[in-house]
C-alpha cells in the first residue's frame, strides 16, 4: 500500500513539471525564434537479486519491478518555424539550419533564432536587452543606422552599397546537444560552424514553432493525470487512517 503513495506523489511532481514545462512554451508564442520544449519520462526499477553461491560469485535476477516516474530529459523540437514579413530593416530569419551568435554582457556566447534586432547606444546590432549580434568572423557589427540592405547570405550593406559586414549563421552537428538556459537560449561547449545552405530575409522574422492545439491537448492530458492521482491519493489517505483508528482498537 505504501507504494502506492510513491507511485502517485511521483506522478504528481512529473505532471506538474510537464504542465510547467507547457505553460512555457505557451507564454513564449509571441517569442521570434521559439524552439518548443517537451519532456520524456522514464521509470526507476528495483530489481531483486539473490546471491547462489559466495565462492563463485554468481547472481540470479528474480525480476524486476517498476516504481516511480521521474521526467527524464528535455529535447527541444528544432523544426523550422513560419516565417513573417514585418518590413524592418533590422529583422532577419533564418530559413534552413543555423543560428545566430550573441555575445551578452558578460561575455558569454549564446545561440538563438530570434532575428528581431535594433541598434545599442553604441550602433551595434544587437538584441534588445540580451546582447550583440556576431559577424562571421566572430566580432560586433557596428551600423550606426538602420538604413540598410542584406542579401540572402547575411552580407550588409549602405544604401549607397558599402559593405558593413556580415551577420554570422552558425550550425553544429548535432542541435541535441544544446543546452537551452533560462532565457531560451542555446549555449554549448564549443563554438558552432559557419551554416551552409541557409537563405537570410531581411524585413522577416521565423515565428516559434508551437502547435497551439497540440499544446492544449497536452496540458488538459497532464491536467487530469494531475487530478486523478491527487484524488487516489486522498483515497489512499482515508484507507491508511482507518486502518490506524479501527484497526488499532482490535
Known amino acids: 500500500m505504501f507504494k502506492g503513495f510513491y507511485n502517485l506523489t511521483s506522478g504528481m511532481l512529473t505532471q506538474g513539471k510537464n504542465l510547467d514545462m507547457i505553460a512555457n512554451n505557451m507564454s513564449n508564442t509571441a517569442t521570434a525564434g521559439y524552439k518548443t520544449d517537451r519532456y520524456t519520462f522514464s521509470t526507476f526499477e528495483e530489481v531483486m537479486w539473490h546471491r547462489v553461491g559466495n565462492m563463485d560469485r554468481k547472481y540470479t535476477d528474480l525480476g524486476n519491478q517498476s516504481w516511480i516516474t521521474a521526467p527524464s530529459k528535455r529535447y527541444t523540437d528544432f523544426e523550422q518555424g513560419a516565417i513573417e514579413e514585418t518590413g524592418q530593416p533590422l529583422d532577419f530569419a533564418i530559413e534552413g539550419d543555423g543560428f545566430f551568435a550573441?555575445?551578452?554582457?558578460?561575455?558569454?556566447r549564446v545561440y538563438t533564432r530570434n532575428g528581431n534586432f535594433s541598434l545599442d547606444d553604441e550602433g551595434y546590432l544587437w538584441l534588445s536587452g540580451f546582447g550583440r549580434v556576431l559577424s562571421s568572423s566572430g566580432e560586433g557589427i557596428r551600423l550606426v543606422t538602420d538604413r540598410i540592405n542584406a542579401d540572402s547570405s547575411g552580407n550588409l550593406f549602405t544604401?549607397?552599397?558599402?559593405?558593413?559586414g556580415t551577420i554570422g549563421v552558425f550550425a553544429f552537428e548535432d542541435n541535441g546537444e544544446l543546452d537551452k538556459n533560462e532565457?531560451?537560449?542555446f549555449v554549448s561547449e564549443g563554438e558552432g560552424a559557419a551554416?551552409?545552405?541557409f537563405t537570410l530575409h531581411q524585413r522577416w522574422v521565423e515565428r516559434a514553432?508551437?502547435?497551439l492545439v497540440q499544446q492544449m491537448t497536452s496540458m488538459i492530458t497532464a491536467e487530469r493525470a494531475y487530478q486523478s492521482a491527487a484524488e487516489v491519493t486522498k483515497i489512499y489517505d482515508d484507507v491508511m487512517r482507518k486502518s490506524t483508528e479501527e484497526v488499532g482498537r482490535l
Open 209 to 211: 514553432n508551437i502547435d
Open 102 to 108: 550573441l555575445e551578452t554582457a558578460d561575455g558569454e
Open 195 to 197: 551554416a551552409e545552405g
Open 183 to 185: 532565457y531560451g537560449f
Open 159 to 164: 544604401e549607397n552599397g558599402g559593405y558593413l
